[in-house]
């Protein structure tokens, strides 16, 4: 990072953004293209979990490679000045790579909703229909690397 001093390298402080985070992007790749995709998530030992429709683009393209990228963030402000070139924006944003695969079993589907739902509602012991959890696609996220970046002052 060319900032060094506004790098985040404790895991705690990485993890502290990832769960105030109310969405993620998720980058993905075919064919030399790229394809950011907002979701929202949660997060729990070094996984990150997604909930979605078991058809489309995304699904599609980590069928064909699973690895990815992603970025969250918290805690973002405009600092507004006067002079345009003294206008700052600050940041805790974490950006990380990983694989990703679908969730298969029930039960680790319904933990996986469960850890989804306590990122937005501290709340995990929801239960859910076989019906809806049978239609539902869960993705998982194994994480392989984070960084995380601070930004306090303009950039
Ligand atoms: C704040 C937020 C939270 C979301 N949370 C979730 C979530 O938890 N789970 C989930 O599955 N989806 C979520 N979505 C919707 C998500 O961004 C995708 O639209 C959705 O997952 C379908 O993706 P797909 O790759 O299957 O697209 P497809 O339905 O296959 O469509 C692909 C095409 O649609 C375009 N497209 C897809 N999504 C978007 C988009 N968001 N904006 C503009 N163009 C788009 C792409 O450019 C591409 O050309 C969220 C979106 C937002 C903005």
Partial sequence: MRRT????????????????????????????????????FGY??????????PKGKKIDMISKNNR??????????LVPADDPCDFAITYRSVIGFGRAG?????????RALNIIMEH?????NYTFPDSIVAVTAVIEIRIERMTGKRSKHPI
């Fill in 5 to 40: 001093e506004q790098e985040i390298t404790d895991i705690r402080d990485l993890e502290t953004v990832l769960k105030r985070a109310r969405i993620c992007r998720i980058g993905l790749a075919e064919d030399n293209m790229p394809y950011v995709v907002p979701v929202c």
């Fill in 44 to 53: 729990k030992d070094d996984r990150l979990y997604v909930h979605s429709s």
């Fill in 68 to 77: 990815v990228c992603f970025e969250a963030e918290t805690d973002v402000e």
């Fill in 102 to 110: 679908l969730v298969e079993d029930r039960d680790e589907k319904i």
């Fill in 120 to 124: 937005y509602t501290n709340r995990e």
